[in-house]
């Protein structure tokens, strides 16, 4: 499975591996699978609403192709956040062809908040709506 791909063109469409977006609000789910549609990248995008499904699905495709290249992780959730979450992930090393990338995507933009998700390894911290412009501009830097 290639790595993510680097684009330049703030107009042009992306290629990258699996998807995997975690997020409660449902709302929010269907807007990001809807902006990964209108990219060409709809077929690749599989959501869950809670971190312990997000968790059972990177159990079950470890170690195969649809082990996803990009986790993108709402924060603020009930039962356990994003960052329980990322600290379980961590702990089960869990891999696939490429380490994904795990970009934070959260209304909220508190320094806390993003100094604590980069401790554990974010990539990027992004903050909601999700737009296409924040997905080629953070492909494109990674």
């Given at each position: 499975?290639?790595?993510?791909?680097?684009?330049?063109?703030?107009?042009?469409?992306?290629?990258?591996?699996?998807?995997?977006?975690?997020?409660?609000?449902t709302s929010s789910l269907y807007l990001i699978q809807d902006l990964f549609?209108?990219?060409?990248?709809?077929?690749?995008?599989?959501?869950?609403?809670?971190?312990?499904?997000?968790?059972?699905?990177?159990?079950?495709?470890?170690?195969?192709?649809?082990?996803?290249?990009?986790?993108?992780?709402?924060?603020?959730?009930?039962?356990?956040?994003?960052?329980?979450?990322?600290?379980?992930?961590?702990?089960?090393?869990?891999?696939?062809?490429?380490?994904?990338?795990?970009?934070?995507?959260?209304?909220?933009?508190?320094?806390?908040?993003?100094?604590?998700?980069?401790?554990?390894?974010?990539?990027?911290?992004?903050?909601?709506?999700?737009?296409?412009?924040?997905?080629?501009?953070?492909?494109?830097?990674?």
């Amino acid at each position: 499975m290639p790595a993510l791909k680097k684009i330049n063109s703030p107009g042009a469409t992306v290629d990258v591996g699996e998807i995997l977006v975690i997020d409660d609000d449902t709302s929010s789910l269907y807007l990001i699978q809807d902006l990964f549609q209108s990219m060409g990248m709809g077929s690749k995008v599989t959501t869950a609403t809670s971190a312990s499904e997000a968790l059972k699905v990177l159990k079950e495709r470890a170690g195969t192709a649809k082990f996803p290249e990009l986790i993108l992780l709402d924060i603020r959730m009930p039962e356990e956040d994003g960052f329980g979450f990322l600290e379980k992930m961590g702990k089960l090393k869990l891999t696939g062809p490429v380490e994904p990338k795990v970009v934070v995507l959260s209304y909220y933009g508190s320094r806390t908040y993003q100094e604590r998700a980069s401790r554990l390894g974010v990539a990027a911290y992004l903050l909601k709506p999700l737009t296409k412009e924040k997905v080629l501009d953070f492909i494109s830097l990674n």
